[in-house]
């Protein structure tokens, strides 16, 4: 009941924010084409970034609330600075070491992807349009993950409180 109204209102955010390039749901382990929706350019060979991911997490039913608890990861693709505009260039090689010019490239996009989680924040928490809130103490952790894509980014698990009045007549019906 309340999983859908949520998802829509994520899917409009990403749409409306300049920055992401796409969206997508499901375990973050297994991202890719297949659970990814590329919003500026209709391609689904490859998932264009930045990416906001979302992995519906849990439920907490309490007192008149119901809190939906979501790991929200918003990253994006570590390039050597000569490759940033070239997208049929892979990408440079990350051994676990610092490689040449992966450092900057990782801050700055810590930094931007930093930018894009307090809008994602700010629109959830200072939002007349929604009916629902947010829990306001976040923790959010940085990420860097150097085999495959090369991503870096933050993660986050937020919650979304519900009203919910226990009355059964709330189900909705087929």
Known sequence: ??????????????????QINSIGFGDPLAIGTDNVINIRIPTRDRIIFPLLFVDLQSSTIGMGTSTLNCSILIMDQVRDSKQIN????????VTGLLANRWNDVEDEILNDMESIFLDFISHFTD???IEYSM????????????RDDKLAGWQGTLGFVFPFSRNVCQIPTI
């Open 127 to 129: 939002n007349p349009d």
């Open 1 to 18: 009941m309340n999983w859908v109204p949520l998802k829509n209102d994520i899917i409009r955010f990403a749409t409306s924010h300049p």
């Open 135 to 146: 829990n306001t103490n976040i923790t959010i952790n940085r990420f860097i993950e150097g």
């Open 86 to 93: 070239n997208y049929d260039t892979p990408a440079i090689q």
